[in-house]
Every structure is written in C-alpha cells, then in structure tokens.
C-alpha cells in the first residue's frame, strides 16, 4: 500500500510539472511588480500600484478593516487627504494608445494627457477628470485639493466624447470622464487651476495658472499666473487665495518669472523667488519676495542691491528658500554674477578647444560634464528678516562651498565644508578628497574650522549640541561639542570594530553608520557590524550595546527600523523595531525592544522571506509591507503588530503557469582554505539523475540575496537568471573575497571552487558550464577564461581587458579619471601603474589572450559612460587576430548598463541562443555563424536558427 501512494504521489507531481512549461521571452511585458504603497493617516486605508514591466498599472485601494477593495486601471501616484476621506490620483493613457501615438509621431499637445481620479472613501465612488497636468493636496488641509488643467484640445481636433466611446476591457462605468471645467488658455499662457472642497463639491477656477502650491495646513494656496499678452486688463503675477475665507490677494501685479514658493511652519508666512526683467534678457535678477497677515501686497525682501551681498555677487534663482524654525530668519542662495554672452564674437572665427593643465583643480572632463549643474550653484546666505537694520549675511563662499543650518536654523551656527584644497588634484587617484569643517556664525559669517582633513563625513545633531564624525583613517567615532570646543572619541576602549569588517579594497573601511539620536542630544545611536549601540556624545557615560551583543554572538545583523524619517529624534522610551537578518542562513524578519529595556531583542518574525516597502499609518499602529522569496512573487501585507498578517494582494498568479526554481544556500572551502558561500538556482522539477548544464554569475557577493524574488525580465545586464532556471540550466552565483593587489586570482579562487565543488555531483555536467559578468563581473569573465579551459562558453559585458590602458582613460558620465579605481576602489590593485607595473599587466586579460580556448561574447557599448568601450574593442580584436572565436556586440548609444528596453530584450534572446548553442548542443543563429553585414543594419537580426557552426 505505501509504494502504491508513493508512487501516485509521484505521478502526480510528475503531471503537475508536465503541464507546466518554460519561460519565454513574450512573458516579460506582463509580469508585475509593486509600486509605491500609501497609508491613510487613520490606518483604514491603503494604496499600492501593481505595476507591469511595459503595459498598465493598476492602482489598488483597500479598507484594511472591511476589505473592501477598489482597482483603478492605469492609476498611479495615490495621496489620501489628512482627515482620510479621500484619496486622489493620477491616470495615464492606455499604454497601447501611447505607443501608437509614437508609432503615428501624433505631435505631444496632441497626444491623449493624464487623467484625475478621485476616490470618495465613505461611498467608494470614483470620479475621473479628463486632461489633468498636476493636483496637490495639502499635508493637513482636510479634504480639499487643486489641480492643474493641461491646456485645451483644439476644437477641430477634439475627439468624440468619452461616453461615446466603445469601453475597454476591464473598464466599468467610473472609467466615463466628467466634463468638469475643462478650459484654458493659448499656449505658455498658463491653464485653469481648479480649487475644490471634496466634501462640499464647491469649485473654484482660476484662469491662466503657471505654477501653484498649499501651505501646510491648506489655509492658503499660492499661485502664479500669466495672463494672455493680447489681453492687457488679463490679471497677471501672484495671488494668494485663503481657502477658509474665500478671499483672494495680489501679491504681485507685473507678468515674471515667480517660483520657489515656501510657507514657514505656521503657514502665515510666505516667500518666493520672481523676477520681472525683459523676455529676452539672458541674465535675469532674481529678487525674493516676502509677505505676512498683516501684509497687502509681497515686499521686495532681498534684490541685489541690498547690504551685504558682496561685490559681483548676486541672488541665485535656482536656490531653495526656507525659514527658521521660528521664522524669524530666512535662509536663501547666492551666486556669482553670470557674465552674459558676448554677442560681437564671430563663431566660425573663433577656435573652440578645452585646454588641460596640471594645475587645474579637476580634469577639464569633470568641469564640462559639471558645467550645468555648476551654473547653477547657489551659495548659502541668511538675514534676520526682523532685524531694525537687516543684511544679508553670506554663509558659504568660493572657499567653503558647503553649508547647512543646524536645528532647523535655531542655532547661532551652521555647518560648513570644503575639500582641502591641497587634497583636490590627489582625488584623481584617491576617488575622495579630505575635507575641512567649520563652524559659521550665521550673524557675522565668521568660519572657525573644528575640522581638518577629514576622510569621512561630519553632520550635526539634531538639536545642535554637538558635530559627529567618523574618521576612516582610524576608525574611530568622534563628537566635537559646540559649545565648549571639545573634542571626544565615542569608542574608546571598546575592543568591537566600528569600521567595515569585510573590507577588502586597498582604501579606508567606511563605518556602518548612524542610527539615530535621542531627544535633546542626550545620545547618539551607532551601529557596528551586528549590534546597535548608544554613546553619550559628551563621553561622560560608558557605552551601551542596546541590542546586548546578540546580533555579533548570533551573527545576526540589527538596525533601528524607522517609519517615520520625518522624525528628528528617537524617544528615549520608546518601542522599536529592529530589522534582523540572520548572516548564516538569510533568514529576515523583525526584533522588538523597548529602548529603557536592559533584557534582549525579542523575535517578532523571523522567516525565509525578504520584507521590503514598510509603510505605517500616522495616527495608528497600522502597517503595510511586502513579503517575498525567490520561489513566491511579491505579496502585500498588513499588521497591527506584526504577530498576525493579512494578505492584501498577491502579484504574478501566471507563474503557476511556468516551470519556476528554488534558491538553495552554497557553502565551501577555497584552496587557501577560506569559507565562502553563494547560491544555487535549481529548475522547481529537478531530477537528480539527470545532468544539467550550468551557468555562473557573479560580481562580488551576491548571496544576502539568497530570499531575493528573480522576476524574469529583460535585464540590463545580469544574467535572466529565472528564464535559465525555466529552461532546464543550474545557476550559480558565488561570493567573491579578494587578495589586494591580485583581483584575478581572488575571482579564480573563489568562483572556480565554487563549481568545482558543485562539480562533484553527478547532475552538474562539468562539461557544459558557462559563465556571465557584466563590468567588474565582465573583466573577470575576461580574466577567467585566459587561465582556464573548464567553461565551455562565456559572456561578457563591459569588460576591462588592459589594466594599463584603462588605469588612465575616464568615466565619461562624470568625467573622472579611472586611476583611483584601481589605487583605492574596486579594481584593486592598490599601487600606481609605475609601483606594480607587474601586477596591472598580470591582472589584465588583454596579454594572456593566446591561452583562451573559450568562445566568448562581448557586449560594449560606443556610450558607455563607465567603462570606455575600446576595452571591449581590445579584447574583441585581439582574439580575432588569434583566430578565436568572438562575438561583440555594440548597442549603438546606449550605455554601460542598456536602458532601452528594445536593446535589453534583443540581448536576451542572443545570450540564450549562445549559451543554447554551446551549452546544449542547439542550432547556432545567423548572427553567429554569418553575422549580420553593415549594409543589413536595422533590416535583418540574425536571430534565425542555421545548420552551420561558428
């Protein structure tokens, strides 16, 4: 009797997986993922988009204490109002009516716009309006909204009204638009704005609005607008409309530029950046604008005459505006004037060049890649706007670039830093330059440096009493106390490392950073490898590891989980909530501890799982959060407390379609006798007696993300591991420790042993197995193949292949020079070219090419703003010349990793046709054993399957 049900559960689980079928490459467009989640301030209702790679988002709102649930196609961007009795939301197109506009190159004012959905949350009826730019919704104003018109459909054009129209599949009658005010102006002359109160349906339109904003509490709605120039008696400026009384006030009457808007905390307050020069004036003179209660009109707070602004300075319009806390002070930006264009020079007539001097500070390639970013660089500057005698104070300069407030501009100091100026040139090779603080007195702006030469970052407290900083050059934490000058170490004595642990690049382990600071500056919190920890800033208490060690003699790693990131302190009683990942088997899930508490963090949840998204209710203790592994598709949850769950919505139901995999942690000894672990895809109807091909993946370490779901997915340049696993291949994915000075090697000793190891059983065949890198992965891919004839193919993606050629070419996206990444970073090798000539020709594939006996396939691209694309041309031509066969392909102005999504699903289909081919003996495409000629560009792929070999 036991065969007989042994073997019908075998057969039926044989059938089960029979009526499964592989991954291909048509199911991508469809397979869904989360979006952003929102919760409603009372804990009743959440939001979450369910996203599909390329098609339409659906946005689901679901009463978290009925469960009741409303789904709106195409939604996105869900706010609910403060009281939570509504929600509000943008629409988008059908995806495949913005296709075919593309397709039909339908001009963009023509092109169907966004739509407005709003959700009555107490009847749970939707209201949808047509033709909506932008909406707001104030951050405590009740139910009431604003939003944005995109201008008009021209009349001749205008299509027939929605009723008329056939509905889709999926739509129901909430899908019809309101014909809701739907008017505005001629182009660049602003739309109508549509003020509303949700709860009474009372309407205001505002003709010819540019840009508009709430106060906090929506008592007030600013808003600019430009009326028609044809039109003289048209209002034109800013005008400041009180949604309590009805009341409407000019704030400025001449047409202008006006922006920035910025309400101080009580809302009665307002400035905002305007200018009201000529059109056509290539340098325009921003002046800020200040009005109160009290006032009729804006003032003219700060222009560039006022006292203060030094000479050939002036106010900086694309700074951001703020007050103090207590409004009392504003804080703006300055700039140096800009010099306008000087019309008299000929173009043609004149030489264009970029002259590079050793003294230059950066690389001309950096200063032209920040040429626009640096146009518009403001300088901090504050005045004391109730000040008898005001002027404006410049906070940072030429010389100290950096400065921010402290305790939200309450304190008499700002924190200031600049790169050491004798340290700039010495950043091409050290990737960071040391840097200099100080404190600025933001009623004189006197700076005192506290400071020197620091590699790492400073901040301060939030209430702030003191300046934290971690030394990485030591790797010590240290608070430097304003009010007395008073420098502390915060670890000293203590035997437990602060620094990284795992550091294995030639430069300064970074900390593992900050983790809070209890109110009133009374401690900080900080977090070393494992554990938590809470120092007195002033050194005058002994330090308290407030997880009581359990993370390091676990090898559990606890972090503070936040919910709230608006929250300048953690109360001192208060209950947290500690993120846990167990380092040995990956578990996650949370801890529980009351801070006051002397006893252990206490498990909450612990799983096989990642948990992703937290979202927590302002007004309840509700929570919203994703759960998933690599065999189960993203799932939304809710909890109260995290003891009992909820399930919302689940994504992916087609998987069950598919033949899917499961993820199982790897553990080995190298050689030299290191532990090392990685992971092992295995297909869900693995057969032990059979023998499977395998292909490898790495980059570094990759096995934290061993829980990780894997959606298959044109990707922009890993390897689709879920489509492999699909079709019948082993994936593994090795961690990778390195040796300074032999990156090569390291990759050698750690992936090699890997699948050697895996090698010993007989479902691997240890004849079939490939190998697949992108950058970093893809140099080791390079490096791999010149030392070893096990792989049968191999893929590579923006390869470095000379060491020697690439230690001086740039990264163009930034413009920085590539030498630091091999002194200090990532490639290793912790020595200039001329120190260990030896070491960068022996860790460079491009001189070892004559031992490859591996096909290989390598992708670089002519815009790769990383990796410059004649290392793949090297290593490209230099096997060629050898007679080896090679395959490169160059996606023409794309960039290290692909972005068009066109481009990411054609490289799909090639690395499967490849690794099919060498790994499985299948039919090799055209691309491969002709290849594609010049002249067939755009017109033929390749793709089609030949009798020929490469």
Same mark, same amino acid.
């Given at each position: ?21 592989p ?11 989360v ?47 403060s ?29 169907t ?14 209201t ?105 008696? !048209? ?5 400041? #409309?009180?949604?309590? %009384?009805?009341? &409407?006030? $000019? /704030? +400025? *009457? ?14 009665d ?22 009005n ?17 602004i ?40 004149? !030489? ?5 001097g #050793?003294?230059?500070? %950066?690389?001309? &390639?950096? $200063? /032209? +890649? *920040? ?43 700002a ?16 990737g ?17 440096k ?11 407290s ?16 240290? %608070? ?78 606890f ?35 009351s ?5 252990d963090?206490?498990m ?70 290191y532990?090392?672990?990685?992971i ?39 390897l ?5 696993v ?10 990778i ?66 060491m ?11 413009g ?14 912790g ?32 815009a790769?703003?990383?990796v ?5 041309i ?77």
């Amino acid at each position: 009797m036991h065969r007989i049900l042994t073997f019908l559960i075998l057969f039926v689980s044989i059938q089960g997986f029979a009526q499964k079928k592989p991954v291909d490459h048509s199911v991508y467009d469809t397979w869904e993922s989360v979006g952003s989640k929102q919760i409603s301030s009372n804990g009743v209702w959440t939001s979450f988009e369910i996203l599909q790679q390329e098609g339409d988002a659906k946005l689901n709102l679901v009463n978290l204490t009925n469960n009741t649930k409303i789904i709106v196609s195409r939604a996105s961007r869900a706010q609910f109002t403060s009281d939570s009795k509504f929600a509000a939301f943008s629409i988008k197109p059908w995806y495949s009516d913005i296709r075919n506009a593309k397709i039909k190159k339908v001009k963009a004012d023509d092109q169907t716009k966004d739509s407005l959905g709003i959700t009555n949350l107490t009847t749970n009826q939707t209201t949808k309006i047509s033709r909506v730019k932008t909406f707001k919704i104030p951050e405590e104003g009740g139910s009431i909204i604003a939003y944005l018109m995109e201008k008009p459909l021209d009349s001749a054009k205008k299509s027939a009204p929605a009723s008329n129209q056939a509905p889709r599949q999926n739509d129901s009658a909430d899908d019809l638009l309101f014909a809701d005010d739907v008017t505005a102006g001629p182009k660049n002359e602003g739309t109508d704005l549509i003020f509303k109160n949700l709860t009474t349906g009372v309407a205001k339109t505002i003709k010819y609005v540019v840009d508009y904003d709430f106060n906090k509490n929506g008592s007030q709605l600013i808003y600019t607008v430009s009326g028609p120039k044809k039109d003289s008696k !048209a209002p034109v400026g800013v005008f400041i #409309y009180n949604t309590v %009384t009805g009341t &409407t006030k $000019q /704030l +400025v *009457n001449k047409r202008g530029n006006f922006k920035g808007f910025t309400f101080d905390e009580s809302g009665d307050y307002l400035v905002f950046l305007g200018e009201t020069d000529a059109e056509k004036k290539e340098i325009k003179d921003f002046r800020v604008y200040y009005n109160g209660l009290s006032l009729d009109s804006a003032q003219v707070l700060v222009d560039n005459d006022f006292p203060g602004i030094p000479k050939n300075w002036s106010i900086s319009g694309d700074a951001r505006l703020s007050f103090s806390k207590d409004a009392k002070r504003l804080f703006f930006g300055l700039a140096p004037t800009k010099t306008p264009k000087d019309t008299t020079i000929v173009d043609f007539e004149v !030489a264009k060049l970029d002259i590079w001097g #050793y003294k230059d500070e %950066t690389l001309q &390639t950096q $200063q /032209l +890649v *920040n040429l626009a970013r640096d146009s518009r660089k403001s300088y901090l500057a504050t005045m004391d706007i109730l000040s008898i005698d005001p002027t404006v104070v410049p906070l940072a300069d030429l010389k100290v670039p950096n400065v921010s407030i402290i305790n939200e501009g309450l304190s008499q100091y700002a924190l200031g830093s600049s790169v050491d100026l004798e340290d700039q040139i010495a950043s091409q090779w050290t990737g960071s330059g040391l840097s200099n603080y100080y404190l600025v007195n933001i009623n004189t702006g006197s700076k005192k440096k506290i400071i020197e030469k620091l590699s790492g970052n400073a901040s301060a407290s939030p209430s702030g009493k003191f300046i934290s900083y971690f030394d990485d050059r030591n790797g010590n934490w240290y %608070t430097y106390e304003i009010a007395t000058g008073k420098t502390t170490q915060l670890n000293a004595g203590l035997n437990i490392s602060f620094a990284n642990e795992t550091n294995d690049v030639p430069d300064n382990a970074n900390s593992y950073g900050i983790a809070g600071w209890l109110k009133d500056d009374k401690a900080v919190l900080i977090n070393d490898r494992y554990d938590v920890w809470q120092f007195s800033p002033d050194g005058k208490q002994a330090p308290i590891n407030i997880t009581n060690g359990l993370g390091r003699n676990t090898k559990f790693t606890f972090r503070i989980k936040r919910f709230d990131f608006t929250e300048r302190f953690i109360d001192p009683k208060a209950d947290l909530y500690f993120d846990a990942v167990n380092n040995i088997n990956k578990d996650a899930g949370l801890y529980f501890k009351s801070l006051n508490s002397k006893k252990d963090p206490v498990m909450v949840i612990m799983s096989a799982n990642k948990y992703l998204g937290f979202v927590k209710a302002k007004d309840a203790n509700r929570y919203v959060y994703d759960k998933s592994n690599y065999a189960v598709s993203l799932e939304i949850y809710t909890t109260t407390d995290f003891k009992t769950e909820v399930k919302l919505a689940s994504t992916n139901p087609q998987q069950n379609q598919y033949i899917w995999g499961k993820a199982e942690l790897v553990k080995w000894t190298t050689p030299k006798g290191y532990e090392s672990e990685g992971i092992l895809y295995k297909p869900e109807n693995f057969d032990p007696t059979k023998k499977y091909p395998m292909l490898v993946y790495f980059y570094e370490k990759v096995s934290q993300d061993l829980h990780g779901y894997i959606p298959p997915a044109p990707t922009p340049s890993r390897l689709n591991i879920s489509y492999f696993v699909s079709n019948g291949y082993l994936v593994f994915t090795p961690d990778i420790s390195y040796e300074i000075g032999y990156p090569g090697k390291s990759a050698e000793e750690f992936i090699n042993s890997g699948v050697e190891y895996l090698k010993k059983n007989s479902w691997v065949d240890g004849s079939k197995i490939g190998i697949q890198g992108q950058s970093w992965g893809g140099y080791q891919v390079a490096h791999l193949i010149t030392r070893t004839n096990m792989y049968a193919a191999a893929w590579a993606g923006a390869p470095v292949a000379n060491m020697t050629s690439a230690y001086g070419g740039i990264r163009w996206d930034s413009g920085l020079n590539r030498q630091f990444q091999y002194e200090k970073t990532q490639s290793r090798i912790g020595a200039t070219l001329w120190e260990k000539r030896d070491l960068y020709i022996e860790n460079s594939p491009l001189f070892f090419l004559d031992k490859v006996n591996t096909p290989l396939a390598i992708m670089a691209n002519d815009a790769d703003g990383a990796v410059p694309w004649y290392q793949g041309i090297e290593l490209f031509t230099g096997l060629r010349r050898l007679g080896k066969p090679v395959w490169m392909l160059n996606y023409n102005n794309e960039a290290h990793n692909l972005v068009q999504r066109q481009n990411r699903k054609d490289i799909q289909i090639r690395e499967q046709q490849f690794f099919d081919h060498y790994l499985k003996g299948a039919k090799a495409p055209v691309w491969m054993t002709s290849g594609v000629p010049a002249s067939q560009k755009g017109k033929t792929w390749g793709f089609e399957l030949t009798d020929d070999k490469p």
